[in-house]
């Protein structure tokens, strides 16, 4: 069993950085990938990045490449997503999520175990 805290979100407006972070309690082989997901009001669920552990392997999602920067720190059992330049399309539901397997199957398509509660992340003006 895993359970996952996601904290760090907040309001910033357009071109900001935010930097989330996802604590692991019960760190086990469920936690082998970790993934960032999102979820904004009136769309479906999309994934924007996955990492294995020792970032062995890094996916991301189109439209946060070359903005959004995935690490994880395997002692504190954490992940972190680190966002440039925010955008109001960015605006979401930000979960934390994590499976076990191998790396092959750390994508942004796979099914996920355990999940977070969510952090709010707004860019607005």
């Known amino acids: 069993q895993v359970r996952l805290l996601e904290s760090g979100g907040g309001t910033v407006q357009p071109g900001g950085s935010l930097r989330l972070s996802c604590v692991a309690d019960?760190?086990?082989?469920?936690?082998?990938?970790m993934a960032w997901f999102r979820h904004a009001p009136g769309k479906e669920r999309e994934g924007v990045a996955t990492?294995?552990?020792?970032?062995?392997?890094?996916v991301y999602a189109d439209p946060v490449k070359g903005r959004f920067s995935v690490s994880r720190d395997d002692a504190k059992k954490a992940t972190f997503l680190r966002m440039n330049d925010l955008q109001p399309e960015d605006t979401a539901m930000y979960y934390c999520?994590?499976?076990?397997?191998?790396?092959?199957?750390?994508?942004?398509?796979?099914?996920?175990?355990?999940w977070g509660q969510g952090t709010q992340v707004t860019v607005s003006t």
């Open positions: 999520a994590s499976r076990g397997g191998s790396v092959h199957n750390c994508l942004l398509t796979a099914d996920f175990t355990f």
């Open positions: 990492i294995y552990v020792n970032a062995e392997k890094i």
């Open positions: 019960g760190w086990t082989y469920s936690a082998n990938c």
